[in-house]
RNA sequence: CGGGGUGUAGCUCAGCCUGGUAGAGCGCCAGCUUUGGGAGCUGGAUGCCGGAGGUUCGAAUCCUCUCGCCCCGACCA
């Protein structure tokens, strides 16, 4: 892509609605414009990180054998009632009525939909188990939306929906799940730490939040030194994993019997990006989710639900990787892998490098941004530098007559000299 | 939902107290000079001063209502 024709609309200032890194970053990076209160538009450069992100939880999703489906954003107040919630849920549930009057809501999670799929296709236990995800838009009216989009109203979310003959197998999806977070996040260059809901250990309640580590994160966590090591390691030991002490602020609990000593207990600030729990046959039971078990006699299904916030996710990775001239991501998400930066548009011997390279990156499939732009070159540095590709290639007129350019690497700032033949191999191509 | 703040050019903001008909910096456009870390000079374009009502000869400025947005708190992927 051509930065002289790319819809890239950065920011010198500072925009006064935002008050944390990743928000200011995001609208300074021209990654979004919010368009109301918790409601934003995506622009190319966001939604080039968006879609890398999805598609890495697509992808582990795919790989714990959840399989992907798509359900609609606005669902019917019908089925919410069958589960009891239209009443319960609160203000925080858009609620509408269409042309005839009929209520609807836009859909602030999916529990009763894809119950509703489930009970109407499903007959029989030879077709358990089943994990059923989508990655979807989300609405939920919160009083305060703030932080950009980690505090939005509208957000995209992964949420998967295990559906299990008996409590052991609910179990069994549960920890595919929980493996998968893990994996998840770890492609892209997070330290997520999974939190029990209460001080205890995995066997009691199936539910965990997962927290991304992050110096901005909003709450308070807690946890055993011992999880950076096994987090290291590649091959996750979930049962080692699971009776390690790792609690948000308000359940952290000196006297609970896992709880490490000073020493070994690490305080640090952490991000909510995923969540998931078991809950048995809440919604089985209310709606009527049952199949024929092996000895013909119905059986309400085990259910569980797992959720990822991807939007979310965006603004967490910039809070655990920035600096204070912008943002550096990680390779797996990172918009475009390589900037290169022509200090001298219209010199022919910088155009015909930077023009070559080009090619040839592109023609390697490596996502490259070129700055063909006619600036100056501190602009062209600092915008490089705050939309934080990992790599920059830079092109002057000083070095391209020796041959010569500039490979800089965002995240270390690290910079080497070295022939255009070679940086190029040191990108890939 | 309680408490607080704010709305003026694309962005950041001044002007409001003490009414006299709109400003700065950055950005944008043109020209010249510059050219390895957000350039300099010259010229130019841009505003229903969030909206409605009121007071007044006259309102960005004072009063009333209203809407948007932000922050703190309680609540959440």
Redesign the pocket.
Known sequence: MRLSSYFL????????????AS?RLML?AGMIR?S????YTWLPMGWRVLRKIEQIVREEQDAAGAQELLMPTIQSAEIWRESGRYDAYG??MLRFTDRHDREMLYGPTNEELITQIFRDNVKSYRELPRILYHIQW?F?D??????G?????E???KDSYSFDLDYEGAKRSYTAMFNAYLRTFKRMGLTAVPMAADSGAIGGNLTH??HVLAETG??GVYYDVAYDELAAKDAIDLDALSTLYAVTDEKHSPDAPNCPPPDRLKVARGI????IFYFGTKYSEAMGARVAGPDGTPVTVEMGSY???V??LVGAIIEAYHDD??IKWPEAVAPFKVGIVN??T?DAACDTVCEDAYAKLSAAGIEVLYDDRD?????K??????IGLPW?L???????AQG???L?NRHTGE?QELSVESALARLGA
């Open positions: 609309p950065t920011l010198k200032e500072i925009p006064a609605e935002a008050q944390i928000h300074r919010q109301a209160s918790g409601i203000k925080e989300k939920r919160e009083v305060r939306p703030r932080f989009v980690m505090r939005g109203r957000f995209l979310m939040e997962f909003e709450s909510e990006v995923g969540h959720g990822i916030g939007s979310r001239r912008g200090l001298k219209g600036e100056r070159a501190g602009v540095f600092a915008d490089m530098d705050l920059q830079v092109a002057g007129p000083k070095g391209v010569l350019v500039e800089k910079k």
